[in-house]
């Protein structure tokens, strides 16, 4: 990685900072903390599906695994949350790794892919439903209490620069995995695994690392969702929404570049937000525009749009 | 594990059989597409709510009886799909597996949402007086409307059979099955028989649809409850095989049933998912053999 590479991305962090000096409102800075947790999801995403070309309909599995371990082991064992939340990202990355073992090793592609990944999201959402251990259907509440040291905190402000921090994070590592070895076998097995197992490319183990870091981002994603709405149920933590939110950020603002999810994520969400002003609270209109926005986006891919944004290639 | 008197495990299997035929024909319009355009349809689900809340209008607005609006549902969603598949998924993918995954999930999500922000999220039923019926069958009582769909699910995959095999557009929807270029090659217009197989397969689901809402009901996720139902049976069956999904359709119909007494309900949905995972990791060809 050169400075060229990493300036951005801290360019990006220092700009988005100051959004909590000049905007106090409650609204705004929820928003703007949604957006994020929602561009960790998605960053998970892209790992596996924008740069290796694995598409995945369920990253659900992840996220809510992160979740749901953030809060179960602090509400039912009282362990600290930040410790918690660690236990949920590797949590998550063990339940990618076995979902990447079990159906990389059948060798199952592309649609296969989507569909295996969408019944482990939703074996998981089924049985976070029925068991106690979960909180079941009722779901399962984290006492407020907040301190600092509880991850929770009194101020949106400081909650707001945690995820922007972890957000930071994420694109460092993405773009030193997009500048590394395993990124550029990871890229070869997308364009076609065949020919990268040809040049001795262990696509296997490629998959593995990519799917492992992949549900670790979107695990901890589903952290700091429990951790900042201190709610969970199973279609919350399970759901196709999220599966769904984590896919469409990265193919609209560009999958497999460093910065896609990000602006997809902001893109996707002020266009929610905008239209919930101009028609109302009509439910599943924003779902509306996303489908047609997708549908749009590959229809009319918009690489020629945004070239710079693909780093130097 | 509970032990149940062998009347109850029977009924159960019963209308398992009875439940999975209607399952198996939702399967089929999905094996169809699958087995010509070679694509995973996510937005069957979404086409399959749809066919439910126009049979569900055809009753409130026009007093059509579920069973009497196949009639007229049966060409609407045929065009529908055609029309679907003409002018969205086909120009859209440029021929991108990825591509058609991506749009048919557009397309889905566009479905389910115009439905929640249109009908919202309640729960809609018709009421039929013939809904609460019960045939007896030696010791077992089975409900009227799954009889009915029991029946015309069969008669219409023997329809459907019929006019793959002894119809000239059946013949070419085979040919392009086979091999599109060489179809290509011979005159057989490709996107017209992609067009028409998607419709047939939308058709399907217009007759599902009327089938189940005399005994469901329906809301903007119903189709989601059948998708991943209808995915498991299509790779149970073979992707692309017919009778593989009408048989596929009373296996898991029954599997349902039965985790459904044992595991009860909540759980019950268990049984599927696990059942497509294995075959998936394990037989992704299918038990009924057709090629991958």
């Known amino acids: 990685m050169t400075a060229r590479d990493v300036l951005p991305i801290l360019l990006f962090g220092a700009v988005a900072a100051l959004l909590p000096v000049f905007v106090t409102a409650g609204t705004l800075l929820n928003f703007a903390i949604f957006t994020l947790i929602l561009c960790l999801a998605a960053q998970g995403w892209n790992i596996l599906g924008g740069f290796g070309g694995q598409y995945s309909f369920g990253h659900a599995a992840f996220f809510g695994t992160g979740a749901y371990a953030t809060a179960v082991l602090q509400v039912r064992y009282g362990v600290n949350p930040y410790v918690t939340f660690l236990a949920g990202i590797a949590l998550a990355s063990v339940v990618g790794w076995v979902i990447g073992f079990l159906s990389f090793r059948s060798g199952l592609r592309g649609s296969y892919f989507a569909l295996v990944t969408l019944a482990f999201a939703e074996v998981f959402r089924v049985l976070s439903n029925a068991v106690p251990f979960t909180g079941g259907a009722a779901g399962l509440l984290i006492p407020l209490n907040q301190r600092a040291a509880n991850f929770q905190f009194e101020s949106r402000g400081w909650f707001y620069l945690l995820v922007l921090a972890l957000v930071v994070v994420a694109l460092l590592l993405t773009r030193a995995l997009e500048r590394s070895r395993l990124g550029a076998q990871l890229v070869a097995v997308r364009e076609n695994e065949d020919a990268a197992r040809a040049v001795g490319v262990d696509a296997l183990r490629v998959k593995l690392s990519a799917i492992t870091l992949s549900a670790a981002m979107t695990g901890a994603a589903g952290g700091l969702y429990a951790q900042y709405f201190l709610y969970l149920d199973s279609t919350i933590a399970y759901g196709t929404w999220i599966s769904v939110e984590a896919l469409l950020a990265p193919i609209i603002g560009g999958a497999g570049t460093v910065f896609g999810p990000v602006i997809g994520a902001v893109i996707l969400h002020t266009l929610a937000e905008a239209t919930r002003m101009m028609v109302g609270r009509i439910p599943g209109i924003d779902l509306v525009i996303y489908g047609v926005l997708l549908i749009l986006v590959v229809r009319f891919p918009p690489r020629n749009l945004l070239p710079w944004l693909r780093g130097r290639r | ?292």
């Open chain 2, 1 to 292: 594990m509970r032990n149940f008197p062998p009347e109850i495990v029977m009924e159960a299997v019963a209308n398992g059989l009875l439940t999975g035929a209607v399952y198996g024909l939702v399967a089929l319009g999905l094996t169809l597409v699958y087995g010509v355009l070679h694509i995973i349809n996510f937005a069957h689900g979404a086409l399959l709510t749809l066919a439910m809340y126009a049979a569900w209008v055809a009753w409130a607005a026009f007093g059509l009886d579920p069973y009497v609006a196949i009639l007229p549902l049966v060409p609407i969603f045929f065009a529908l799909g055609y029309g679907v598949q003409r002018l969205v998924i086909g120009p859209a993918s440029r021929g991108e597996d990825s591509n058609i995954l991506l749009v048919t999930l557009g397309l889905s999500i566009v479905l389910e949402n115009a439905m929640l922000a249109i009908f919202r999220s309640d729960t809609l039923s018709v009421q039929v007086d013939y809904a609460m019926e019960v045939i007896e069958a030696g010791p077992m009582l089975l409900s009227f409307p799954r009889v009915v769909g029991f029946g015309v699910a069969f008669v219409v995959a023997a329809v459907l059979f019929v006019l793959l095999r002894m119809t000239d557009t059946g013949r070419a929807i085979r040919a392009v099955a086979k091999e599109r270029t060489g179809a290509a090659l011979v005159g057989i217009d490709v996107g017209h028989v992609y067009a028409v197989t998607f419709g047939i397969g939308t058709a399907c689901l217009a007759v599902a649809a009327c089938l189940l809402l005399p005994s469901f009901y329906v809301n903007p996720r119903v189709g989601n409850a059948f998708v991943l139902v209808a995915f498991t049976i299509v790779v149970l069956g073979g992707m692309g095989s017919v009778p593989g999904a009408l048989l596929g359709g009373l296996v898991i119909g029954v599997v349902e049933s039965l985790s459904g007494l044992y595991l009860g309900d909540s759980l019950g949905q268990l049984g599927i998912f696990v059942i497509f995972i294995l075959v998936l990791l394990f037989k992704p060809t299918g038990l009924f053999g057709a090629r991958a």
